[in-house]
């Protein structure tokens, strides 16, 4: 009766430890990994904006060949007035796990930002700072900018689709068109959907409005807040 | 059981025993956040974000309504 009871006591003090222990994996991965991930990301993009500031502007051409970008790498500031005043995010070459951590990561092989083809991104709806948690607040119309150390590429939202996530002709050369020779400049933006889920996958579609050199700058207003956001 | 054991394992008077209980649910909540949950954490089905030919197990089930 005894050794019952204690087996009983042991029994119950585990199930409650269990218990303690997942809502404390909830909390890590909802909170902590965001804080974390906001600090990281945070700081690659000053680093990244005093780097594209130190570099002498090249007159050459604007839009650079992702595979010059070594994997891993944060080569551009994406910024989405949408999405915040102060929104920017790095993006890092690839898209594996560790990469999207630390920023919004850049398909392998996909166009470059500014390039003729498709500019493909990933980037994640919830935990590790979440770069696209609103990204199905994005509307017709609305900028996303690309600021590289050479050029900042503007795009202008199109449309959106909610596809499986083995869907890959979204980051076909022509967006759902595999196959396609590309003649237009698209940018594709992916992200899990629902939140909180990875069933399906949530995708923008941009197209390029212009590319500007960085000795240019971006127009005034480009950064603009759109109304309702 | 296991709680009430350690309490009473804990030496001192209270101030230090309630101080060496909170410094063992800091150490503990400190291995869970910088080395446990990281580890886990891939293995869980929520933080795919990218198109992958290879997400043919998550797919499965999924509902394509986008055609």
Sequence with gaps: ?229 | MLYAAIWRALPGPLAVRILLAAVLVLAVVAVCFLWLFPRIAPLMPFNDNTVDPSAARAASYVHQDHR
């Design chain 1, 1 to 229: 009766m005894k050794a019952a009871r204690w087996t009983l006591g042991i029994v119950g003090d585990l199930l409650v430890t269990a218990g303690l222990l997942l809502l404390l994996f909830v909390g890590w991965q909802l909170w902590w990994t965001d804080v974390t991930a906001n600090r990281t990301q945070d700081a690659t993009v000053s680093t990244l904006t005093r780097d594209f500031a130190e570099t002498p502007a090249p007159t050459g051409p604007t839009s650079e060949q992702p595979k010059a970008v070594p994997f891993g790498k944060a080569f551009a500031i994406v910024r989405i007035p949408r999405l915040g005043a102060d929104y920017a995010r790095p993006l890092l070459q690839g898209t594996s796990r560790d990469v999207l951590e630390d920023g919004i990561g850049h398909y392998d092989g996909t166009a470059g930002p500014g390039a003729i083809g498709n500019f493909a991104v990933a980037g994640h709806r919830t935990t590790y700072g979440r770069p696209f948690h609103d990204i199905d607040k994005l509307r017709t119309g609305d900028v996303v900018v690309v600021e590289t150390k050479t050029a900042y590429s503007v795009y202008a939202v199109k449309r959106h689709e909610i596809v499986a996530p083995t869907d890959v002709q979204v980051i076909a050369p022509v967006p759902d068109k595999p196959g396609a020779k590309p003649t237009e400049r698209w940018m594709t933006m992916t992200a899990c959907h629902p939140k909180y889920s990875a069933a399906q996958r949530y995708v923008v579609f941009a197209e390029l409005v212009k590319t500007y050199p960085r000795a240019d700058g971006l127009p005034a207003g480009t950064l603009a807040v759109p109304k309702g956001a």
